[in-house]
């Protein structure tokens, strides 16, 4: 039975009891996540990271997710062992099945979040490249059988389905019809990739070396449209912040180099239905972004992603052109 993980009290003790931490050890919280209790293991040999997956996840809705996600993240963790293609991934240190806990390589500084410097006005055209490609090698790998069938699955459309596509159908009736078709086809899609699930700027880290993907608890076989359109989303709503500054245009730069390195089974008309759905979920699901305060910038989102959303963009420099029009 797994253990109940509400605060960092019961990471440290499950760690004591297991023998992974000592007494001259500390927790140094990590901020920013919605699902997970996430800290920096210091004072011992090197800093490592921890995570647990939280229950109720910490937005204002209600949220309830199952904690064996867990487990899926240590399964791609321990094959990708550190690497997916032009892009590093935490490498696996341990995972106790029972608390579902994970010790992962911690990043050492410098690094940068990818999301701050997108908001920052720099969008590092190499990374969006170096994502693209990487994702191509995600949907071309062979799944691991941890990773198939409907638990993982599941655990998806709790996570994305659900709180972005359900949520936002159920809030704005107008987008109803064609969100409900998008989670037809998703649900239904023959074609099924590795879909790492939550590829977004916030789990994307810039380093000297090269870009570091982390945050795999959404890993699942399923459409690899819903990658494709994920990231694709978010570049389009940071150009949207960005209004008509020239890191707007950064912004669709970094799109453009994202969406030309990717080589994979994802279908560009399919993906930009994707990109149309993530940008209006994220407006009116569960968990809207906090950043498109102006009522402008959030009309202009929410008319670009329904476009996107009802199919009448077939290729992503069109998707582009109604961002530069902006």
């Not at 109720?56 to 321990?78: F, K, M, P």
């Amino acid at each position: 039975m797994q253990s109940v993980m509400t605060n960092l009290d019961d990471v440290i003790a499950v760690l004591r009891s297991s023998g992974r931490l000592g007494g001259d050890e500390r927790l140094q919280p990590l901020t920013g996540g919605v699902s997970a209790l996430v800290a920096v293991v210091e004072g011992g040999q090197l800093p490592w990271i921890v995570k647990t997956p939280l229950t109720q996840l910490t937005v204002s809705d209600e949220w309830l997710v199952g904690r064996e996600r867990g487990a899926n993240e240590a399964t791609i963790l321990e094959l990708l062992a550190g690497a997916l293609g032009p892009v590093r991934t935490p490498r696996l240190l341990f995972f106790d099945g029972a608390a579902v806990v994970l010790g992962e390589e911690y990043i050492a500084p410098p690094s940068l979040n990818y999301k701050d410097e997108l908001m920052s006005g720099r969008a590092h055209p190499g990374v969006a490249r170096a994502l693209g490609e990487a994702l191509g090698h995600l949907h071309r790998l062979s799944v691991p059988t941890a990773l198939r069938g409907e638990g993982p699955r599941t655990l998806f459309d709790a996570l994305r389905l659900d709180p972005y596509y359900r949520t936002t159908a159920h809030r704005r009736a107008d987008l109803r019809e064609d969100l409900e078709t998008l989670i037809a086809a998703t649900i239904d899609a023959t074609e099924r990739t590795l879909v790492h699930g939550d590829l977004s700027p916030k789990n994307v880290l810039v380093t000297p070396e090269a870009p570091v993907l982390l945050d795999w608890e959404v890993i699942h076989e399923g459409d690899p449209g819903f990658d494709r359109g994920m990231m694709g989303a978010h570049f389009m709503l940071k150009a949207l912040y960005h209004g008509v500054h020239d890191a707007a245009h950064e912004m669709v730069e970094a799109a453009r180099e994202f969406w030309r390195a990717y080589e994979g089974p994802a279908e560009v008309a399919h993906s930009l239905r994707h990109a149309g759905g993530v940008m209006v979920a994220r407006l009116y699901g569960k968990s809207p972004v906090d950043y498109l305060t102006d009522e402008g910038a959030r009309e202009r989102a929410q008319r670009i992603g329904a476009i996107a959303l009802r199919g009448r963009v077939t290729t992503y420099e069109d998707f582009l052109a109604l961002i530069e029009e902006e």
